[in-house]
């Protein structure tokens, strides 16, 4: 059973930056960051692939392209989301994910990834 583990999250002024970790117990292969905002469904924000030779491909939603970078260190078991240029439009709960390699899984949809973590708050304010 894979346990993840989210931190770092807060509140920031428009234009920061933060930092968010998951800890986690293995790697699946494919981890990701999603988001879900009040009233709104949750939605992927990066993802990156963890095992094989294609290990450290990562893709990103349009949203969040040249402001957040998604990184791994396999030794600590920590995936990393750097954010900056934060707008208060990324204001939400973001959770770590987690899935295995599984032909047809989609990047960003949220039923394809069967580990969750419990949600770290990001809040952007202008």
């Known amino acids: 059973q894979v346990q993840l583990v989210e931190s770092g999250g807060g509140s920031v002024q428009a234009g920061g930056s933060l930092r968010l970790s998951c800890a986690y117990t293995y790697s699946t292969g494919v981890m990701g960051w999603f988001r879900q905002a009040p009233g709104k469904e949750r939605e992927g924000v990066a993802a990156?692939?963890?095992?094989?030779?294609?290990?450290?491909?990562?893709y990103y939603a349009d949203s969040v392209k040249g402001r957040f970078f998604i990184s791994q260190d396999n030794v600590k078991n920590t995936l990393i989301l750097q954010m900056s240029g934060l707008k208060p439009e990324d204001t939400a709960m973001y959770y770590c994910?987690?899935?295995?390699?599984?032909?047809?899984?989609?990047?960003?949809?949220?039923?394809?990834?069967?580990?969750w973590g419990q949600g770290t708050q990001v809040t952007v304010s202008t």
């Open positions: 990156i692939y963890t095992l094989g030779p294609v290990g450290g491909n990562t």
């Open positions: 994910a987690a899935r295995s390699f599984r032909p047809g899984a989609r990047w960003f949809a949220p039923n394809d990834y069967g580990y």
